[in-house]
């Protein structure tokens, strides 16, 4: 599948989709609610045949984001999904993890330091942070960053 076949394809889930956008010629950019991550997720990677990279969160002051990174390797081109989480008391996200196991460790840290509940995810148990760490404390959060400066 060329550039021209793969933004087509993307197109059958534009339903699922808040923005599609290219800015530059091998970089997708697609943005969805949190609700529709996962199905976006699974068509890049079943119905596309993209391979996933990693998962990274930001804290974007007004919600938060989990990006998620693919390569669709037969063209070079990178294809990114922004999910907003726009519940900041209690950020929510269906893990990816049942059906792409790969993800497990960045969602494992993603929730480590932004605090973010990976529903269904199988073991949500601390990666990075020290096993005494304060619980409710997530040293990325904007919050925690104002206070200790």
């Known amino acids: 599948m060329n ?3 793969l933004k087509n394809k993307l197109s059958e889930i534009k339903d699922k989709l808040d923005a599609i956008e290219q800015k530059a010629e091998n970089r997708i950019y697609l943005t969805c609610k949190a609700e ?5 997720n ?5 119905d596309i045949g993209a391979r996933f990279c990693v998962a990274t969160g930001i ?9 998620y990174h693919y390569s669709y390797d037969q063209t070079g ?12 008391e209690k950020p929510a996200i269906e893990s990816i993890t049942p059906f792409l196991p790969a993800a497990e460790w960045a969602e494992r840290e ?3 330091i932004l605090g973010i509940d990976f529903k269904n995810h199988p073991n949500l148990r601390r990666l990075i942070l020290a096993d005494d760490w ?3 404390v997530y040293p990325m959060r ?3 960053k104002a206070t200790n400066t």
Do not use: M, T, W, Y
């Open 3 to 5: 550039q021209i076949e």
């Open 36 to 40: 529709n991550a996962c199905a976006v």
């Open 42 to 46: 699974r068509f890049l990677l079943e």
């Open 59 to 67: 804290d974007a002051d007004d919600c938060f984001e989990i990006i």
């Open 77 to 88: 081109c990178c294809i990114n999904i922004k999910a907003v989480i726009s519940d900041r």
């Open 110 to 112: 993603i929730h480590d």
């Open 134 to 136: 304060p619980e409710g």
């Open 142 to 144: 904007k919050e925690i």
